[in-house]
């Protein structure tokens, strides 16, 4: 997947029946702008509500995901949602008929390829990746589901399942994906699957109308299971013309097994179908042993946590001991200021918009001699040019010849301190784009924090203006080439 955002060239179509009321079902595939994300809208009701892929929305997990928002439901999101995510498609408004998706065969292949009949289409937008800094860690005792996030050295989304439900049929699988392109032929074609007793209790409860015996796989694990339950079992279901049997390997007669490691890799489609109700792409590595809906959307949930906390204090899991994006040396190449005045040591990050820079406080520092002595503080206006210097950095590197320009201030506002900034502290920068660069203007808001306390914070506008001219060399630095003399003749 590349750093650009994705919607579908046109719309798509797939048709089917719903899993539990065994209505037939229409799900359209339409494309949908940058910054839209996943939203479902129900066509079938006044007013066709919409619901966005939400995992605060999530209001059931049993037997698949179900969001909702008032009264307004839709039921098995999954299957769809991890083909959308796992082809990199990051925009779609998926208009659904009823309450249900089409199950299809259980497995998310026939909407992989909807949308490849659709296409994609690049969008002028970069993605939104959250990328797992720490780990993040969910575990319910009472399933026995365990879930970890853990950071990618090359910032891949990779996915690694363990399934063990205490069954000598099913008995222990696992399943991996380490690039999404294994998706179409490794996990997408993986259905889903359900014990026999599971089925039996569905069936008797007036659910999974729109269930067969060919759409999902079915184990048996009980001894001494009749003929003449088998065949109850396919008149429950209304199939009472199949002739059902049980395998040698506890897998019912009606399919057979794609991978010897099916289920397993069926868990790992339902977990990426409810990441994507994170709402932004992920970088990192997922591991998740005995996973189910409920633990999959627990764990997007505190992934949107954790997105949050970071929204809130941008640096709190930032790696200082990683190598920085600029260093010094690099710092004083873009930079004008020099000893006292260059309040900057390193930048960790940089992007479109966005920029973290330190500050090492020192009491070597000129300033500590008067300010105060015996209690030595760092004085504000020196926290707010240091944040600025930060700033500097941002507009100037989006110069092709940095050196030759220098920022000034135009205006500052919001200043707030939050608590003193003493010799041996490290002060994070983060400061962000207020508005777009236009003309040389820069503005800009930031933040300083010492650990994970705010300390300073302001709002601010500069300019940049290209003031200096490149060097003119001198005329022992010019080298020029001296011709040969040409020969020439002389009359007598």
């Given at each position: 997947?590349?750093?650009?955002?994705?919607?579908?060239?046109?719309?798509?179509?797939?048709?089917?029946?719903?899993?539990?009321?065994?209505?037939?079902?229409?799900?359209?595939?339409?494309?949908?702008?940058?910054?839209?994300?996943?939203?479902?809208?129900?066509?079938?009701?006044?007013?066709?509500?919409?619901?966005?892929a939400d995992a605060d929305l999530v209001v059931s997990t049993a037997r698949g995901t179900t969001l909702g928002k008032g009264d307004v439901t839709v039921n098995t999101t999954e299957h769809v949602l991890s083909a959308l995510y796992a082809l990199g498609v990051d925009n779609c408004l998926l208009q659904?008929?009823?309450?249900?998706?089409?199950?299809?065969?259980?497995?998310?292949?026939?909407?992989?390829?909807?949308?490849?009949?659709?296409?994609?289409?690049?969008?002028?937008?970069?993605?939104?990746?959250?990328?797992?800094?720490?780990?993040?860690?969910?575990?319910?005792?009472?399933?026995?589901?365990?879930?970890?996030?853990?950071?990618?050295?090359?910032?891949?989304?990779?996915l690694t399942v363990m399934v063990d439900y205490n069954s000598p049929v099913l008995g222990t699988q696992h399943a991996s994906m380490y690039n999404s392109g294994e998706f179409k032929a490794e996990i997408a074609p993986c259905r889903t699957f359900v014990f026999l007793r599971e089925l039996e209790q569905l069936a008797k409860a007036g659910l999974i109308?729109?269930?067969?015996?060919?759409?999902?796989?079915?184990?048996?694990?009980?001894?001494?299971?009749?003929?003449?339950?088998?065949?109850?079992?396919?008149?429950?279901?209304?199939?009472?013309?199949?002739?059902?049997?049980?395998?040698?390997?506890?897998?019912?007669?009606?399919?057979?097994?794609?991978?010897?490691?099916?289920?397993?890799?069926?868990?790992?489609?339902?977990?990426?179908?409810?990441?994507?109700?994170?709402?932004?792409?992920?970088?990192?590595?997922?591991?998740?042993?005995?996973?189910?809906?409920?633990?999959?959307?627990?764990?997007?949930?505190?992934?949107?946590?954790?997105?949050?906390?970071?929204?809130?204090?941008?640096?709190?899991?930032?790696?200082?001991?990683?190598?920085?994006?600029?260093?010094?040396?690099?710092?004083?190449?873009?930079?004008?200021?020099?000893?006292?005045?260059?309040?900057?040591?390193?930048?960790?990050?940089?992007?479109?918009?966005?920029?973290?820079?330190?500050?090492?406080?020192?009491?070597?520092?000129?300033?500590?001699?008067?300010?105060?002595?015996?209690?030595?503080?760092?004085?504000?206006?020196?926290?707010?040019?240091?944040?600025?210097?930060?700033?500097?950095?941002?507009?100037?590197?989006?110069?092709?010849?940095?050196?030759?320009?220098?920022?000034?201030?135009?205006?500052?506002?919001?200043?707030?301190?939050?608590?003193?900034?003493?010799?041996?502290?490290?002060?994070?920068?983060?400061?962000?784009?207020?508005?777009?660069?236009?003309?040389?203007?820069?503005?800009?808001?930031?933040?300083?924090?010492?650990?994970?306390?705010?300390?300073?914070?302001?709002?601010?506008?500069?300019?940049?203006?290209?003031?200096?001219?490149?060097?003119?060399?001198?005329?022992?630095?010019?080298?020029?080439?001296?011709?040969?003399?040409?020969?020439?003749?002389?009359?007598?």
């Open positions: 997947m590349n750093d650009f955002q994705h919607t579908l060239k046109g719309s798509a179509v797939v048709k089917g029946v719903g899993l539990h009321t065994g209505e037939p079902s229409t799900l359209t595939l339409r494309p949908a702008p940058v910054g839209h994300g996943y939203k479902f809208q129900r066509t079938d009701l006044e007013g066709e509500p919409i619901i966005d659904v008929s009823g309450p249900e998706l089409p199950i299809m065969d259980g497995s998310a292949l026939p909407f992989v390829e909807a949308i490849e009949r659709a296409g994609l289409e690049q969008q002028d937008a970069p993605r939104n990746w959250y990328v797992l800094k720490e780990p993040i860690y969910f575990e319910t005792e009472e399933r026995g589901t365990e879930i970890l996030g853990v950071p990618t050295p090359g910032g891949e989304f990779r109308k729109g269930g067969d015996l060919n759409n999902a796989i079915v184990l048996e694990d009980r001894e001494g299971t009749t003929e003449d339950q088998l065949k109850e079992l396919a008149k429950v279901i209304g199939r009472e013309y199949q002739k059902v049997e049980i395998r040698r390997n506890g897998v019912l007669n009606t399919t057979d097994l794609k991978f010897f490691n099916e289920p397993a890799r069926h868990k790992l489609l339902d977990i990426i179908g409810d990441l994507a109700l994170v709402g932004r792409p992920i970088k990192g590595h997922i591991l998740a042993a005995r996973p189910g809906h409920f633990g999959n959307t627990s764990f997007a949930k505190r992934i949107k946590e954790r997105m949050r906390d970071e929204e809130k204090n941008p640096v709190k899991y930032l790696d200082l001991n990683k190598p920085p994006l600029f260093d010094i040396q690099q710092i004083e190449k873009m930079l004008p200021h020099r000893y006292p005045f260059l309040l900057v040591d390193k930048v960790m990050s940089m992007d479109d918009t966005t920029i973290i820079g330190v500050k090492n406080v020192t009491m070597n520092e000129p300033q500590f001699t008067g300010h105060f002595p015996g209690n030595p503080v760092m004085p504000g206006v020196l926290q707010v040019e240091a944040m600025a210097q930060v700033g500097g950095i941002f507009a100037l590197s989006r110069v092709p010849d940095p050196e030759n320009y220098t920022t000034y201030f135009l205006k500052i506002d919001g200043i707030r301190y939050r608590r003193k900034v003493i010799p041996g502290d490290t002060i994070v920068f983060h400061l962000e784009l207020a508005t777009p660069i236009r003309r040389g203007l820069v503005h800009m808001r930031g933040k300083g924090y010492v650990g994970n306390q705010l300390a300073v914070e302001a709002e601010m506008m500069a300019q940049i203006v290209k003031d200096k001219a490149p060097p003119v060399k001198m005329a022992s630095e010019v080298v020029t080439e001296i011709p040969e003399p040409k020969a020439t003749t002389v009359n007598p």
